[in-house]
């Protein structure tokens, strides 16, 4: 990976204060150096953007893909992210002032690109994903016009991809009629409908039609992407004219029947998401079950899953630092929830949860600066079928 997902990155200032045996490489400024290197040594205009480190050789090389890749939005992100963080500890301790400063010009210069997608891209549902610079900005701002501005517009991009007869989403463009291809990943993009319902107020018809979408896609995803024990489907395939679902399986997990390891923190991310901005219970207790699920099917040795819990145990199956970051962030993120909820004891658990599994990902993965990797963590797994393990990622 190449940076710590977002709720990791913010909350690790309020961390220290209430837990012992928190890496101490979660504090490095390191982190912060990493990236801004990297963004200051490619520029923007070149509309490449790093993705995964190098594959063979291992030597954590980035790798770049141009502005229409759906990871696209994660490396601006981060830089922004790096800003907010030097704000949230502005001792200097974890990012110098003038480093917080570089950092977002240097993420604003990285986002113009991606405006370019907003009506005609290659990333479809992934718009979402695209948009996760422009979010930032509105944390910063919220009367950023140019942010909201472009926010919206990949909103309204995103809602020409819902179905009323599916109920959710289009994810890929793959098939042929009347399949209809939605995938677990999408509960992540689904937060832009909020973002923009917000942006736009009550006032305007937009504001539940949206609200509606994104509901309308989690509660879908809830009866046919979920298990009953709370392991999780990679994609779930329904007839475009019936909403009838023709077929459950995966795309980058090891089987239909499996459940793929970051496939399964994306849906913990996205319900305790869900639970935020709706407070419905039935989306936070969704969100409880499938991280009961995952941190009760890691491996003993070291916490960090395997790309997938179902992959055959010979040989060893490749580690995914991903999936552990994205659910040590959703797990953070839902002890914020169980607080809200009035359930302390619940939020104590999964923010332990959050912390021990985030301490054998800094084991296993963290690359020191003698290493020579330009990602922060090793050993992700973009895609196992594709032979692309042990390298580091934007996401």
Known sequence: MARLPF???????????????????????????????????FSASNTQYPQWTTITPSDG???FFPTD???????????????????????????????????????????????????????????????FPF?????????????????LAFAAYLAGRFNPTVGCTKSWDLGTPPEFQVIIDNMINVELFFIAADLLGPSNPNYSRYRFMATSHADHTMVNHIRADGSTYHVVTYNQ????????????????????????????????????????????????RLSTWYISHLPEDNLVPFWDFN??????????????????????????????AGNQTGSDLWRDHAISLLYDTVAMGFKSQNAGWESILSNGTANNPRFNNNTGLTY
């Open 7 to 41: 709720t990791v990155i913010v909350l690790a200032p309020l961390l220290a204060a209430a837990i012992p045996r928190i890496p101490i490489e979660l504090y490095s400024p390191l982190i912060s150096q990493k990236l801004l290197a990297t963004s200051q040594r």
């Open 61 to 63: 090389k980035w790798q």
């Open 69 to 131: 890749t759906w990871t696209s939005g994660f490396f601006p992100a981060s830089l922004i992210l790096m800003y907010e963080r030097g704000q949230m500890c502005n001792d200097g301790s974890m990012v110098s002032q003038q480093d917080a400063a570089s950092s977002l010009d240097e993420g604003r210069v990285w986002s113009v690109p991606l405006t370019g997608l907003e009506t005609t891209n290659n990333v479809k549902h992934d718009v979402g994903f695209i948009s």
């Open 135 to 151: 979010w930032e900005e509105l944390k910063i701002n919220p009367a950023n016009a140019t942010a909201a501005n472009h926010t």
């Open 241 to 288: 004219d019936t909403g009838a679902v023709m077929k459950q399986g995966t795309a980058q997990g090891y089987s239909d029947s499996s459940t793929w390891s970051r496939g399964q923190a994306w849906g913990m991310y996205g319900f305790t998401s869900m639970y935020n901005r709706t407070g419905n219970a039935t989306y936070l207790e969704t969100a409880r």
């Open 311 to 340: 992959a055959p145990s010979t040989p060893t199956p490749p580690r995914d630092t991903s999936s552990a970051t994205i659910a040590a962030s959703a797990m953070l993120f839902l002890s914020q929830m169980e607080t809200r």
